[in-house]
């Protein structure tokens, strides 16, 4: 069993087992109302993210970059709720959404996956640049998670972000892939399989209208995506020859961040629950796979970015308020690296 610390987090008892505690936000939670800012990122090779802004403009206080996970957006209900807390600390966000995710088809056959490091380093550049020696961190939740630190493992010494927390990581992406054939996790399955081919379709129609018959080509030549029902399918027939890997398996192997965390050597934070129904507990690291500044705090319960609290009246969530303490704790509230 992996090391854990454990941290003051209660999980509501009328939400037993992993899957209430993932289902009960996204499912019945109303959503924060933000008037956020949305700027355009154009990418190295001519694609684009969406950001989406908020909080206070204080060059005084951090800023912290929030990264959502699979089939998500900056309006995952995780998000907004993080970008909220922020807000009232007088920090900065802005949510990142993947290529293709702000509710437009990006115009790359090129797709968001789970190693996408590179898109994420020119995010950071970018923030970099509009605020000039302001502190900077970092949060992802599941995929966004996997991608930080895998980022913060490449990036090492020479990472630019003060401190940085990863939530509900799905540390190995080969047993994440298994784990979801099981059960009733085969629900969530479904449903990624369903949107991410929806994703790919959309693209493919958008391509075909725009007349961009050479990023037309490149989906076409995936050929049928018909018979896809697993992960281990899509990733096989669509992510690894579109982005450059052999295999599913090569995919896994280079991309899973379970392999970057020794490396990791800014103040990091990994939040995670024994009952995630999307990863293994085998999967999780343990103390001497950690990098020298990393805390791992394990809860029995708390299910997939879910780490729901409080009484059915009036549910909390933990990630709400442990995400910006520990970052403040971090940080400092004058911004600078503590």
């Not at 490449?154 to 940085?164: I, R, V």
């Not at 054939?181 to 629900?187: L, P, T």
């Amino acid at each position: 069993m992996a090391p854990h610390r454990v941290s003051r987090f209660r999980p509501a008892r009328w939400l037993p087992g992993g899957h209430l505690q993932t289902l009960f936000s996204p499912l019945l939670r109303r959503p924060p109302q933000l008037q956020r800012e949305r700027e355009r990122l154009t990418l190295a090779d001519g694609d684009f993210l969406d950001l989406d802004w908020f909080g206070p403009d204080n060059p005084e206080q951090p800023c912290v970059i929030l990264l959502h996970g699979l089939t998500g957006s900056s309006s995952s209900l995780y998000i907004l709720g993080q970008q909220r807390q922020l807000a009232a600390l007088g920090w900065r966000s802005v949510a990142v959404n993947w290529r293709g995710c702000s509710g437009e088809p990006n115009h790359s056959a090129r797709a968001y996956h789970s190693g996408a490091s590179d898109d994420l380093a020119e995010v950071v550049n970018h923030v970099l640049l509009r605020y000039p020696g302001r502190a900077l961190a970092a949060a992802g939740f599941s995929l966004g998670g996997n991608v930080l630190l895998k980022y913060l493992g490449e990036c090492g010494e020479d990472c630019p972000l003060g401190a940085a927390v990863a939530v509900s990581v799905p540390f190995r992406l080969d047993e994440c892939a298994d784990r979801l054939q099981e059960g009733f996790s085969r629900v969530y399955q479904s449903r990624f399989i369903r949107d991410m081919l929806a994703y790919v379709s959309n693209k493919k129609r958008l391509f075909q209208h725009q007349g961009w018959h050479s990023e037309h080509a490149r989906l076409d030549a995936l050929g049928s995506m018909d018979g896809m029902d697993t992960f281990w399918d899509f990733d096989g027939r669509i992510t690894a020859p579109l982005h450059g890997y052999a295999s599913a398996e090569d995919y896994y192997r280079r991309c899973s961040s379970r392999f970057f965390l020794g490396r990791i050597q800014r103040p990091c934070l990994l939040i995670q629950a024994f009952n995630d129904p999307f990863v293994y507990p085998r999967s999780l690291p343990q103390l001497d796979e950690l990098g020298p500044r990393t805390e791992f705090e394990l809860h029995q319960r708390g299910g997939h970015v879910g780490f729901v609290e409080g009484p059915l009246w009036r549910p909390g969530y933990y990630l709400e308020r442990r995400i910006p303490a520990w970052l403040t704790a971090q940080l400092g509230a004058t911004g600078r690296s503590a």
